[in-house]
């Protein structure tokens, strides 16, 4: 099945830690992106990459890394420098055509104890 | 900077009517407009896409809209049922940017009763 896999699907962080969400598609798709969703906000973009090996900050990405070295997989790491982390984290990607729909995977939370 | 806003909130309906959820946008510079679906603590499922220079789409009971130039768009449940409640989300892409970001609107949560 074509799709876009997130793993875990729960994580939880103790201050200070960084931890790191899993993000993988099989839909040959060249643009990958991360979001995060908030209760009462839209999703808003963290991180964003349209070629492996390159990536670029979105609207939030203080506090987050991430890196693309395979067209299969991006990965984000939330650092302790991000001083709000719990949320509900979705992935997304696409074909590098503007016109064309993204698609989701399933979402990773996030919940600092 | 875009944004998307989305008019109600929330609706509560009886099941086998028929609905509309409103989306509205401040630049009219866009690729496209998407309709997603999300069901608690679930992902995104796109429903529906609308190209720039399209009007409307259709999937079964369900029917978008696009006016571009007013900035607007339309999702039309027909035969609402209790499977129909979830959050329904628009989101647009921009064109003339260097990335093709989805700007959000906060959603409609739908309530479908039995």
């Known amino acids: 099945d074509g799709g876009i896999t997130q793993s875990p699907k729960y994580l939880f962080r103790k201050e200070g830690q960084n931890v790191t969400l899993s993000c993988e598609q099989n839909?040959?798709?060249?643009?990958m992106y991360w979001y995060r969703q908030d209760p009462g906000q839209g999703l808003r973009l963290i991180y964003y990459?349209?070629?492996?090996?390159?990536?670029q900050k979105g609207d939030i990405a203080e506090g987050y890394s991430v890196s693309r070295e395979k067209k299969e997989s991006f990965p984000l790491t939330v650092t302790s420098a991000q001083k709000n982390p719990t949320a509900f984290y979705l992935c997304?990607?696409?074909?590098?055509?503007?016109?064309?729909?993204?698609?989701f995977g399933p979402g990773t939370r996030l919940t600092v104890l | 900077k875009q944004e998307v806003t989305q008019i109600p909130a929330a609706l509560s309906v009886p099941e086998g009517e028929n609905l509309v959820l409103n989306c509205s946008f401040t630049?009219?510079?866009?690729?496209?407009l998407q309709w997603f679906r999300q069901d608690p603590g679930k992902g995104l499922t796109s429903l529906l896409l609308i190209q720039s220079s399209q009007r409307e789409q259709t999937s079964g009971r369900l029917n978008a809209s696009l006016d571009k130039s007013s900035g607007r768009s339309t999702l039309y449940i027909a035969a609402s049922q209790p499977g129909d409640s979830a959050t329904y989300l628009c989101?647009?892409?921009?064109?003339?940017?260097?990335?093709?970001?989805?700007?959000f609107g906060k959603g409609t949560l739908l309530t479908v009763n039995p």
């Open positions: 997304a990607s696409s074909t590098n055509q503007g016109s064309d729909e993204q698609f």
């Open positions: 990459s349209q070629i492996v090996n390159d990536f």
């Open positions: 839909l040959n798709h060249d643009a």
């Open positions: 989101a647009v892409v921009n064109s003339g940017g260097s990335n093709y970001k989805l700007t």
């Open positions: 630049d009219s510079a866009i690729y496209n």
